[in-house]
Each structure stands twice: as structure tokens, then as C-alpha cells.
């Protein structure tokens, strides 16, 4: 069974450092994994898509890279900002039989950007 | 505004009430999915449906009934919950599983607060 880990649970940082966000899963056969945002009592938004045979993936200021052979994904961001504020999800779409997909999904990270 | 649109955004309900929550999508998708998400818990898959089919059912108690009448549209119907049933539901949307390697994004609607009493 997939199991997707998110480290740090939470992150406090000043305005305008940069950082990163840790995602770690078991099974390393996936077909993509996706970043998302939620904002308090919203829906998700996604950030990034990575299929399983990229490594990396830019928008902006964010910037994820993915190590499908040791289960690993990291979601940088670059110069925070207090607008940046939200908690950060990452997951990971794979077979659960015939044609089925599905996404196992981490707990999130809780960043907080101070001004 | 994602394409996604959940109503109602919020419901309170006692233990006996029936009620749905609905789900409609305008991206043009086929594959339609209801996720809970609790408090200090990882989003939780419940159903999903692929051209209005059910392709999935996460052993979810039958307290909860989806419907999906056509691609655009899915409900869950709610019936006999239980306080632990509060959470956000969440729906989502994207191109059905078999053209998963064009890396078919999913789409996510607002979600529907459930509080049970």
C-alpha cells in the first residue's frame, strides 16, 4: 500500500527566504506526482505535475524535482512571500487495477511566511 | 474559479437528516471522484466514476451513495451519518485514467463542510 510522507509537518519562515518542502513515498511505481496548494477551508490548486520520467519541473518561482528510484520529491520556492501562506500537498497518481488511477496523497505541509 | 463547482459550501445536519452534496464540472473531463478530508488525516479517495461509471468505491460505509448521471455531474447522498462523518468533501475532475500518460491534471472544486450533529 502507498504511503506518502510530508516533511515538515509545519514551516514558519521570514518573507523572502527560500525553501524547500519534502515528499517521500514507498512505492516507487507512479505515473506522476502532483503539488498542490490549499488555502484554510478551500480546495485544492494544482502547483506541478512531474511524470515519472522527468526530474524536475519549473513555474515561477517554484520549482519541483522528483527522484522516483528513492521515492523522494522536493517543492522549492523561491524569495517567500506572506501571499505564499498555505498548506502544501503532495501526491502521487498510480495503477489500482485495470484502468483505474488514483492519487495517494501526504498530509501536507503547513507553511506560514512572515512579513 | 477551477472549473469545478461544489454545492452546497456548507451543511449542518442531524444523524437521521438525508441530504446531498453535489458536484459539477465544466472542463470537458470523464473521470469524476468525491475525496474526505479530515482533520489531521490525508486526503481520503472515496469513489471514482469514469464515464459515469463506478470504477471504484474505497470501502466507504453505505451511508454515503454517489450518483454520477452523466459525466458533468456527480452527487453524494447522504443518509444515517455519524459525528464522525464531519470533514470536507472534496470533488475532482480530470480526463479518465487511461490517458493518464499525457499527465492529465486533476482538477479540485472548493468542497462542502459537513458538520453532523
Known amino acids: 500500500k502507498q504511503e506518502v510522507t510530508q516533511i515538515p509537518a509545519a514551516l514558519s519562515v521570514p518573507e523572502g527566504e527560500n525553501l524547500v518542502l519534502n515528499c517521500s513515498f514507498t512505492?516507487?511505481?507512479?505515473?506522476?506526482l502532483q503539488w498542490f496548494r490549499q488555502d484554510p477551508g478551500k480546495g485544492l490548486t494544482s502547483l506541478l505535475l512531474?511524470?515519472?520520467?522527468?526530474r524536475e519541473q519549473t513555474s515561477g518561482r517554484l520549482n519541483a524535482s522528483l527522484d522516483k528510484s528513492s521515492g523522494r520529491s522536493t517543492l522549492y520556492i523561491a524569495a517567500s512571500q506572506p501571499g505564499d501562506s498555505a498548506t502544501y500537498l503532495c501526491?502521487?497518481?498510480?495503477?489500482?487495477?485495470?484502468?483505474?488511477?488514483?492519487?495517494?496523497f501526504g498530509k501536507g505541509t503547513l507553511l506560514t511566511v512572515n512579513p | 474559479e477551477t472549473g469545478v463547482t461544489q454545492t452546497p459550501r456548507h451543511l449542518v445536519m442531524g444523524m437521521t437528516n438525508k441530504k446531498s452534496l453535489k458536484c459539477e464540472q465544466h472542463?470537458?473531463?470523464?473521470?469524476m471522484y468525491w475525496y474526505k478530508q479530515s482533520a489531521k488525516k490525508p486526503l481520503e479517495l472515496m469513489f471514482v466514476?469514469?464515464?459515469?461509471?463506478?470504477?471504484e468505491n474505497n470501502s466507504v460505509p453505505s451511508r454515503f451513495s454517489p450518483e454520477c448521471p452523466n459525466s458533468s455531474h456527480l452527487f453524494l447522498h447522504l443518509h444515517t451519518l455519524q459525528p464522525e462523518d464531519s470533514a470536507l468533501y472534496l470533488c475532482?475532475?480530470?480526463?479518465?485514467?487511461?490517458?493518464?500518460?499525457?499527465?492529465?491534471?486533476?482538477?479540485f472544486g472548493e468542497g462542502s463542510w459537513l458538520t453532523v450533529v
Open positions: 475532482a475532475s480530470s480526463h479518465a485514467g487511461t490517458e493518464v500518460m499525457s499527465g492529465n491534471t486533476i482538477y
Open positions: 512505492d516507487s511505481a507512479i505515473y506522476n
Open positions: 512531474i511524470q515519472s520520467s522527468q
Open positions: 472542463l470537458g473531463h470523464n473521470a
Open positions: 466514476y469514469n464515464f459515469k461509471e463506478q470504477t
Open positions: 501526491a502521487v497518481r498510480q495503477n489500482s487495477g485495470g484502468s483505474n488511477y488514483k492519487l495517494t
